[in-house]
C-alpha cells in the first residue's frame, strides 16, 4: 500500500509542477497586463510582434480546447472514488466555463482587444479551480490510502 500512496503523492505533485509550468508559460507569453495579451494577439510592427491570423489561432487552440477538457475531465472524475459532495459540481461547472473562455478568447481580442482582460481574468479563474481540484484531489487520496495501511 505504500507505493500506491508515493504512486499516488508523486503524480499529484507532478500535475501540480505542470500547473505552474503552465501558468509560467502564461505569463511569458501574454503577460498578466491588458496591453501585452492585447499586443501578443494583434501584433505591433514597432516591437516585431507579429499579428495572429484566424488561421494562426486554430491551429493552436484546436489541440488545446481537447487536451484542457480531457484532462479537466480526467481530474473531475476521480472525484467520484470519494464522497460526492456539491462543491464538486461548483469547482466543475466553474473549470469548464472558465476554461471555455479561455480558449476562445484570443478570437474575441481579436475583433475587440477590450477582451485581454476576459483572458486574463479566465485564466486566473481556471488555474485557481484547477489548482484546487488537484490538490483537494491529491489530499482525499492521500487520507483514503492512510486509512487502509
Given at each position: ?107 474575441l481580442i481579436m475583433y475587440d482587444t477590450r477582451f485581454s482582460l ?32
Amino acid at each position: 500500500m505504500k507505493a500506491v500512496f508515493l504512486i499516488s503523492f508523486f503524480a499529484g505533485l507532478m500535475f501540480i509542477l505542470e500547473l505552474f509550468t503552465g501558468a509560467y508559460l502564461f505569463f511569458e507569453k501574454y503577460g498578466f497586463s491588458v496591453e501585452k495579451t492585447a499586443e501578443y494577439i494583434i501584433g505591433n510592427p514597432e516591437k516585431f510582434i507579429p499579428a495572429k491570423s484566424i488561421h494562426g489561432l486554430l491551429e493552436l487552440h484546436f489541440p488545446h480546447f481537447f487536451a484542457v477538457f480531457i484532462s479537466i475531465f480526467v481530474v473531475l472524475h476521480l472525484f467520484y472514488f470519494f464522497k460526492i459532495r456539491v462543491w464538486f459540481f461548483f469547482v466543475s461547472f466553474f473549470l469548464f466555463i472558465f476554461g471555455f473562455l479561455n480558449i476562445i478568447s484570443p478570437f474575441l481580442i481579436m475583433y475587440d482587444t477590450r477582451f485581454s482582460l476576459l483572458k486574463i481574468l479566465s485564466f486566473i479563474g481556471f488555474f485557481s479551480f484547477f489548482t484546487f481540484a488537484v490538490i483537494t484531489l491529491i489530499f482525499l487520496t492521500v487520507n483514503k490510502l492512510r486509512e487502509k495501511c
